[in-house]
């Protein structure tokens, strides 16, 4: 899978991460090259393999319905770069 | 008016409802989903996004999501699997919503509604799980964005119509159909206030004959009045564009509940790229046949089912039963009070005099100041003859400010009929004996005084004599 620079600022663009024109060669380069490696898996037959099949034949872990609150609003805005009366807050968003 | 503006011009409609699981805690976390708490407090590391944590599933929202299936007529897929939804937004702390994408939970089914050409079945596509988003506050500030992630990881049901509706009518009914049946089996408590139920709608125009026209989505309707008045919008502004010559541009738009308009959020060009894939954190969800048969077994009486019920064992119109089972609390109520009643009377006083109290006071039937009990009692006072329909009313009101029962109150006001035959003859014979000539006139053939009589009688029993032995008792007198 080749990826060129038109999908490289679509990808960036739904990341909200602007790309500058002079880091887009590189940047095309470096994730190229990380397809590639990946593209090995492709050598792999899975046409008869569904997809999220696992080996172990293991079911999904379900748990029950009961609340356990673990942390404050204090705790979780911890780390927030900006919080006000609890909220977090970010550059004003408009739809 | 719709229909005067829509003539000529077909309208297709279809419609994605999120239901909030009424589950304790989050679909992938033990959060608590109570609504309206301090911002920020439920939120769980899973829920905040933090590296390493892994997702569980909520054994408790599998079943309501089954259920709910069930109750659409919906087929069960014994084997389901969750996706990644990705995109960027600063209420998804994950940067993607888990969902379900190619293999949903529930698959094809079906409810039925009443419209004015009567039944009619509209397609359900589907019913998958999903988280909830954060909740993005834009008003607080100028320049910033308050973000409250309480809502973060919520599990809620999305069902997809087929596009099976032609009008907004048809539309609301949908919804309330659906949000009934929910409400019934208690899967989700269906308050489009708090943002429990919401509803997003697909409006298209075409001319009768033609392929179906471009649509556009108004997204998160979270009452009937808002998806009757967003829909209406739409319409007419997609025929009006047709019609001036342009076209309709396939968008995302939002309903402005102030102006009663629609406007566009995202065009085609930029809707979302969810680069969907299988979500590695969590297995297929698989289903086993004894399990869901279990489920089955354990759904309630539906809206379709006491319906026909109603009419069947107390021969209630189809128009009345559908009132009484549009809201679960409302069956019930009026279950508990036609037992061993008159059930005409019983639907008079619950759908009439009862609902228009209630509507004044801006209450729902679960906080209404009479209970059901309570109510049995006067209509059992009506029944057997003791205080007449015009007094009822009276007390039912009064029972309403002072809480009092309906005995009480008859015997306060001394409202009581008179129900005995032997008095209310004295009574008539009184209003013979007094009036000869009009007696006379009235044997001559002037038919009209007999309501004289009957006025006559009446004021005498200061409003208290029961009119229908009146009216009998004068009839036989003067036949005489």
Redesign the interface.
Same mark, same amino acid.
């Given at each position: 899978m080749e990826f060129d620079k038109k999908s490289l600022l @679509?990808l960036g663009k *739904?990341? #909200?991460i602007s790309i500058s024109d002079d880091k887009l060669n590189n940047l095309s380069k470096d994730l190229n090259s990380i397809l590639e490696f990946v593209d090995q898996l492709k050598e792999i037959k899975t046409d008869q393999v /569904? =997809?999220? &099949? %696992?080996s172990l034949n293991?079911? *999904?872990? !379900? #748990? /029950? /319905? @009961? !609340?356990?609150? @673990? %942390? &404050?609003?204090e705790d $979780? *805005?911890e780390n927030a770069p900006?919080k006000?009366?609890? +909220? +977090?807050? !970010? =550059? @004003? !968003? $408009?739809? | 008016m719709v229909a005067q503006m829509i003539e000529g011009w077909n309208l297709v409609i279809g419609i994605e409802i999120h239901a909030q699981v009424n589950s304790k805690s989050k679909l992938f976390s033990s959060s608590p989903t109570d609504f309206g708490s301090k911002p920020n407090s439920q939120v769980s590391l899973i829920d905040a996004a933090m590296p390493g944590m892994l997702p569980v599933i909520n054994k408790f929202c599998i079943e309501q999501a089954v259920k709910s299936g069930i109750g659409l007529n919906a087929k069960i897929n014994k084997k389901s699997i969750f996706d990644r939804k990705n995109y960027f937004y600063q209420d998804l702390p994950q940067g993607y919503q888990i969902s379900q994408y190619k293999d949903p939970i529930v698959g094809e089914g079906f409810v039925e509604i009443e419209t004015e050409n009567g039944q009619k079945k509209i397609g359900v596509e589907r019913l998958h799980l999903e988280q909830d988003a954060g909740k993005s506050l834009h008003d607080q500030d100028p320049n910033f964005t308050f973000v409250d992630l309480n809502r973060s990881g919520i599990a809620l049901m999305e069902i997809v119509s087929k596009p099976d509706m032609n009008s907004p009518e048809e539309a609301v009914e949908y919804v309330r159909k659906v949000r009934s049946i929910l409400r019934y089996l208690g899967t989700c408590d269906g308050n489009m206030e708090q943002g429990s139920l919401r509803a997003d709608v697909n409006v298209s125009v075409n001319k009768p004959g033609n392929e179906l026209g471009t649509r556009c989505e108004i997204k998160n309707l979270n009452s009937f009045k808002f998806i009757h008045a967003a829909i209406v919008y739409e319409a007419k502004r997609q025929i009006r564009l047709i019609e001036q010559g342009d076209s309709v541009n396939q968008e995302t738009r939002l309903f402005n509940t102030q102006s009663g308009e629609t406007r566009s959020m995202r065009s085609k060009e930029d809707a979302h790229d969810y680069r969907y894939f299988p979500d590695p954190d969590l297995l297929p969800l698989t289903l086993d046949d004894d399990w869901i048969k279990g489920l089955q077994d354990s759904i309630p009486e539906l809206p379709d089912q006491i319906k026909e019920r109603l009419i069947n064992e107390y021969s209630l119109s189809s128009y009345d039963a559908n009132i009484i089972v549009s809201d679960k609390a409302t069956s019930e109520y009026f279950e508990d009070v036609v037992k061993n009643r008159n059930p005409k009377l019983v639907t008079t006083w619950v759908t009439g005099e009862l609902f228009s109290i209630l509507n004044k006071k801006n209450l729902i039937i679960e906080d209404s100041p009479i209970t059901s009990k309570q109510l049995g009692e006067l209509v059992d006072n009506i029944e057997n003859g003791k205080i007449s329909n015009r007094q009822a009313k009276e007390v039912l009101e009064e029972m309403c400010e002072s809480g009092k029962g309906a005995l009480e109150i008859i015997d306060e006001k001394g409202l009581s009929q008179i129900s005995n035959e032997n008095e209310i003859e004295s009574l008539v014979d009184n209003v013979l004996n007094s009036n000869p000539e009009n007696v006379k006139k009235y044997k001559n053939g002037k038919d009209k005084l007999f309501g004289f009589f009957v006025g006559e009688a009446m004021k005498l029993s200061k409003g208290k004599a029961n009119p229908k032995i009146v009216n009998d008792l004068i009839k036989k007198k003067l036949s005489q």
């Open positions: @679509k *739904l990341a #909200r /569904d =997809p999220t &099949s %696992n293991q079911k *999904l872990e !379900v #748990r /029950d /319905d @009961k !609340v356990d609150t @673990k %942390n &404050s609003a $979780i *805005l900006e006000e009366m609890d +909220f +977090f807050v !970010v =550059p @004003k !968003v $408009i739809e | -």
